[in-house]
């Protein structure tokens, strides 16, 4: 069997002297969704932000294709091939949506064109010569992702892409999902909307107090769903 593409384990980081997370173990396969799931305040962002280098004052191992992202400055990682986007997005509101498409360097082989994008984004063609300012908060979303498909990104983490928006554009971004996982796109997740999460995510991570507390298949949902409910109240 293949090593995992993202592989973490014991990962501990800190916000000055408080210590956020205890020991995190994931795994993340390539061509794979995993989902990380908890209540607010329990280390998914901060997994997140430490598995980039975002938060520097962290120890464990975590290694992405091989490389060592531990020992990786920050501003080569996003060249490894790893991708984060925030939940705050980060789009240049001055800037119109091909603009901000066009400021991400090239950084890998396989990154997706101005076209393709437009073809996975139909909302952002339509939308390509407004500025950021201009866009609903599912556009904006969209265009966060569709900045970092451009690079040529392997894996997408993904923080809360669904938090504030209408059903409708919740329906979109998980058809978005979808098609990325059938051109093997790697993904990791963190969502909130459980039911979202359950249509996109192969495997499932539950996080309690900077901690990995369980680990199951989307095949083991049902069996999980009693847990579930008691820890995040769906």
């Not at 794979?32 to 191992?61: A, W």
């Not at 603009?99 to 082989?109: D, G, I, R, S, Y």
């Not at 010569?129 to 894996?155: D, N, P, V, W, Y």
Request: hydrophobic share 40%; with cysteine; glycine share 10%.
């Amino acid at each position: 069997m293949s090593e995992p593409l993202l592989n973490v384990a014991g990962l501990e980081a800190w916000y000055d002297e408080s210590h956020v997370l205890h020991g995190v173990d994931l795994h993340v396969n390539e061509g794979e969704t995993i989902c990380l799931l908890g209540r607010n305040g329990m280390g998914k962002t901060t997994t997140l932000r430490t598995i980039m280098g975002i938060l520097r004052k962290r120890s464990g191992t975590a290694t992405f294709a091989g490389q060592d992202l531990m020992k990786m400055p920050l501003h080569h990682v996003a060249r490894s091939g790893l991708g984060f986007v925030p939940e705050e997005r980060g789009i240049f509101a001055t800037l119109t949506v091909e603009e901000n498409l066009m400021l991400p360097p090239v950084t890998a082989k396989g990154g997706m064109s101005v076209e393709e994008i437009y073809t996975l984004f139909p909302n952002l063609k339509e939308r390509r010569s407004s500025a950021g300012t201009k866009l609903s908060g599912g556009e904006q979303q969209m265009l966060a992702m569709a900045r970092i498909l451009r690079t040529g990104a392997r894996c997408l983490l993904l923080d809360e892409p669904t938090e504030g928006l209408a059903p409708v554009i919740i329906e979109a971004i998980g058809d978005i999902l979808r098609e990325l996982k059938k051109r093997g796109m790697t993904v990791v997740l963190v969502e909130q909307n459980f039911r979202f999460a359950s249509r996109v995510a192969d495997r499932f991570y539950l996080m309690d107090h900077g901690r990995i507390t369980a680990g199951f298949p989307v095949a083991d949902l049902q069996a999980n769903m009693a847990m579930l409910n008691k820890e995040l109240g769906v």
